[in-house]
T-cell receptor, first 114, second 111 residues
Framework: GDSVTQMEGPVTLSEEAFLTINCTYT??????LFWYVQYPGEGLQLLLK?????DKGSNKGFEATYRKETTSFHLEKGSVQVSDSAVYFC?????????????FGKGTRLHILP | AAGVIQSPRHLIKEKRETATLKCYPI?????VYWYQQGPGQDPQFLIS???????DKGSIPDRFSAQQFSDYHSELNMSSLELGDSALYFC??????????FGPGTRLTVL
């Protein structure tokens, strides 16, 4: 079945450092790809998404590009802030194939030190 | 803009009791999804409804049941609660199976 693999955490960085969280996926169809963020004690928020190959999703300084050839959707940010500390989930959903449940990766906890 | 509403936000139950979680989707959304997130885990899909009919089923225990009502709100009923049912339960809604919008979750604690 479809699955998502993302780098294990926790990831600890200093403020203003460059961030990369790797994510690869396995899918039988042509999925849409997402990054969700979960701040401590809160629910899931959609951070960004991409629905087709070479699409770049971006939001709040975060970016991720849908790479079909490498089945990847790595999350990047050029300069992280303490407020970015959270758990980040890479996810996919086969919207076109009507298998619209979201499959999440295990999550990567990010700690940003001031 | 209106968001997905879940109630209650927090619930504490004893083992073997029952619990009912409610989800009110964004107005005009026709599909509701339920996910369970155990402590330190990723969310796992439980069940979904489209136009009041069950559309997909995931790893939902037989002790759990759910339905979607005529006003599109959904309820997740959990019986014979076990310690392992302690989790954050998310509801999400969508229109025509497009982007899912998540509610804030209900945190269930089973003692």
């Amino acid at each position: 079945g479809d699955s998502v693999t993302q780098m294990e955490g926790p990831v600890t960085l200093s403020e203003e450092a460059f961030l990369t969280i790797n994510c690869t996926y396995t899918a039988t169809g042509y999925p849409s790809l997402f990054w969700y963020v979960q701040y401590p004690g809160e629910g899931l928020q959609l951070l960004l998404k991409a629905t087709k190959a070479d699409d770049k999703g971006s939001n709040k300084g975060f970016e991720a590009t849908y790479r079909k050839e490498t089945t990847s959707f790595h999350l990047e940010k050029g300069s992280v802030q303490v407020s970015d500390s959270a758990v980040y989930f890479c996810a996919l959903s086969d919207l076109l194939g009507r298998d619209d449940k979201i499959i999440f990766g295990k999550g990567t906890r990010l700690h940003i030190l001031p | 803009a209106a968001g997905v509403i879940q109630s209650p936000r927090h619930l504490i139950k004893e083992k073997r009791e029952t619990a009912t979680l409610k989800c009110y989707p964004i107005p005009r959304h026709d599909t509701v999804y339920w996910y369970q997130q155990g402590p330190g885990q990723d969310p796992q899909f439980l069940i979904s409804f489209y136009e009041k009919m069950q559309s997909d089923k995931g790893s939902i225990p037989d002790r759990f049941s759910a339905q979607q009502f005529s006003d599109y709100h959904s309820e997740l009923n959990m019986s014979s609660l076990e310690l392992g049912d302690s989790a954050l339960y998310f509801c999400a809604s969508s229109l025509d199976s497009n982007e899912q919008f998540f509610g804030p979750g209900t945190r269930l604690t089973v003692l």
